[in-house]
């Protein structure tokens, strides 16, 4: 019944490791979106997609790169991690872009990538 | 560059007293607003959003929209202990710009 559902939970690796986050919604949704959630618990937007195509593509390095095999998934995997790279990452999906009011983003439970 | 503030808290206030919660934006192309709660170590949740100027009202939450001031405020009547948590006010536009969070401020309500 988990609408917005993200695996692992918990990700711990090393510096220079590449790991992969999965999300999946299964609320009928057409975007999804990750956000990146650091320590001072700033919530930064990082990709969104509509129907499997990229609509948004913040300012993130490219270790990071979103893959949307089909609308109700999507992975972001990442090369070469860092220290900083350590944060709590989040998928979330709406009906609509985020380019009309009113839409709301349901969240996933997020998943917290430690890097050591 | 678009900035959404907020005070980081934490606001105290004592159980049954009205908890107020306040966000201020820099672009005057936002269109909606949104009020998220965050409990510690899970994943925000909507508690409101609000598109016209003036009060929009929902239980306990009034969100409050001043497009003309770059303001947008939530209240939470009756504050209980379980609204200790932080709150996200976020910012979104018609422009194809993307959804921006606010740092959250961080609200605990003392029983």
């Known amino acids: 019944d988990t609408a917005v559902s993200q695996t692992p939970k918990y990700l711990v690796t090393q510096m220079g490791n590449d790991k992969s986050i999965k999300c999946e919604q299964n609320?009928?949704?057409?975007?999804m979106y990750w956000y990146k959630q650091d320590s001072k618990k700033f919530l930064k937007i990082m990709f969104s997609?509509?129907?499997?195509?990229?609509?948004i593509n913040e300012t993130v390095p490219n270790r990071f790169s979103p893959k949307s095999p089909d609308k109700a998934h999507l992975n972001l995997h990442i090369n070469s991690l860092e220290l900083g790279d350590s944060a709590v990452y989040f998928c979330?999906?709406?009906?609509?872009?985020?380019?009309?009011?009113?839409?709301?983003?349901?969240f996933g439970p997020g998943t917290r990538l430690t890097v050591t | 560059q678009k900035e959404v503030e907020q005070n980081s808290g934490p606001l105290s206030v004592p159980e049954g007293a009205i908890a107020s919660l306040n966000c201020t934006y820099s672009?005057?192309?936002?269109?909606?607003f949104f009020w998220y709660r965050q409990y510690s170590g899970k994943s925000p949740e909507l508690i409101m959003f609000?598109?016209?100027?003036g009060d929009k009202e929902d239980g306990r939450f009034t969100a409050q929209l001043n497009k003309a001031s770059q303001y947008v405020s939530l209240l939470i009547r009756d504050s209980q202990p379980s609204d200790s948590a932080t709150y996200l006010c976020?910012?979104?536009?018609?422009?194809?710009?993307?959804?921006?969070f606010g740092p959250g401020t961080r609200l605990s309500v003392l029983p």
């Open positions: 672009d005057r192309g936002s269109q909606s």
């Open positions: 979330a999906s709406s009906q609509l872009p985020s380019t009309l009011p009113g839409d709301e983003q349901y």
């Open positions: 609320l009928g949704h057409d975007t």
């Open positions: 997609y509509n129907n499997k195509e990229l609509i």
């Open positions: 609000i598109y016209s100027n």
């Open positions: 976020a910012v979104n536009n018609n422009y194809g710009q993307n959804f921006v």
